[in-house]
């Protein structure tokens, strides 16, 4: 089983900045297509980033598209989504998925291991 550790959320006010990364120890993290998600009180997870297994192609969502950047350091099996301009309606509890085959995706049926989630809460 592939575990995924989530760090880097908290309070921030709005048009602040927060980095959130995902770890894990897996030695095939480097092979794997990585996506962040999120979930606010009431809603539905959504898909916000995702990043092929080189790192050469992502995907944004339309609402953090311009604001948030996702990357991936092989070298280090982390990914991590630098979040800017932050607005109240981005806070959420933020979750990082895994895909096996490699590629990206704004599924969330195509990812095979989900961590724990990590909170982030945008003061207005």
């Known amino acids: 089983q592939v575990q995924l550790v989530e760090s880097g959320g908290g309070l921030v006010q709005a048009g602040g900045s927060l980095r959130l990364s995902c770890a894990t120890s897996e030695r095939t993290f480097s092979s794997y297509g990585m996506g962040w998600f999120r979930q606010a009180p009431g809603k539905e997870r959504e898909f916000v980033a995702a990043?092929?297994?080189?790192?050469?192609?992502?995907s944004y969502a339309d609402s953090v598209k311009g604001r948030f950047t996702i990357s991936r350091d092989n070298a280090k099996n982390t990914v991590y989504l630098q979040m800017n301009s932050l607005k109240p309606e981005d806070t959420a509890v933020y979750y990082c998925?895994?895909?096996?085959?490699?590629?990206?995706?704004?599924?969330?049926?195509?990812?095979?291991?989900w961590g724990q989630g990590t909170q982030v809460t945008v003061s207005s």
């Open positions: 998925a895994a895909d096996q085959a490699g590629y990206i995706s704004r599924s969330e049926r195509v990812y095979d291991y």
């Open positions: 990043i092929n297994w080189s790192g050469r192609s992502t």
